[in-house]
T-cell receptor
């Protein structure tokens, strides 16, 4: 069975500090991977997607970047956090092939920027 | 940009009653997903539809790709159905656009 793990579970960071959030998928070969952000009380917004190692597409510009260093790993990062980066970050995966594909979400990382 | 209009934004139901949520899409939508988000923030997959209807227990969903809308019916609501429900529309690429959510409270 496939599992999706996100780390850390929660993070409190200072404005201007760097950030790195991680996501790992186990039990699925070459999945499509996605990053989402959710403001407190708000809806989810897709940030990035990746269909293969080393290739990442940006959907929304939020002064964040993403990388896919391994087939099963997706990293979200920034060198300088803003207050507006606070929220809930979710990683998701779907099957490859370009066909219609259901997305499955990880448990999320709650980020507070002070 | 692409928008997903979800209604109602909040809903209160007594146990045992039924209701429906609706999402309207502004552009061509390849498929729709419905999720429930619990208090911890976890998103639980309820339905994935490319067309037609699906039913799972007390939940039933329909997607009309031509008329650009989807519905989620909740029958015989139970306390554990409480949470925030989201629909999400998949475009022709890899983008999933979420609705604004429906906060559902089921009380005894």
């Amino acid at each position: 069975a496939q599992t999706i793990h996100q780390w850390p579970v929660a993070e409190i960071k200072a404005v201007g500090s760097p950030l790195s959030l991680g996501c790992t998928i186990k039990g699925k070969s070459s999945p499509n991977l996605y990053w989402y952000w959710q403001a407190t009380g708000g809806t989810l917004q897709q940030l990035f997607y990746s269909i293969t190692v080393g290739q990442v597409e940006s959907v929304v510009q939020l002064n964040l970047s993403a990388s896919r260093p391994k087939d099963d790993q997706f990293i979200l990062s920034t060198e300088k956090l803003l207050l507006s980066h606070s929220g809930f970050y979710l990683c998701a995966w779907s099957l490859t092939g370009g066909a219609r594909a259901e997305q499955f979400f990880g448990p999320g990382t709650r980020l507070t920027v002070l | 940009g692409d928008q997903v209009e979800q209604s109602p934004s909040a809903l209160s139901l007594h146990e045992g009653t039924s209701s429906a949520l609706r999402c309207n899409f502004t552009t061509t939508t390849r498929s729709v997903q419905w999720f429930r988000q619990n208090s911890r923030g976890s998103l639980i997959n309820l339905f994935y539809l490319a067309s037609g209807t699906k039913e799972n227990g007390r939940l039933k969903s329909a997607f009309d790709s031509k008329e650009l809308y989807s519905t989620l019916h909740i029958r015989d609501a139970q306390l554990e159905d409480s949470g925030t429900y989201f629909c999400a529309a998949e475009d022709m690429g890899y983008k999933l656009t979420f609705g604004t959510g429906t906060s559902l409270l089921v009380d005894p």
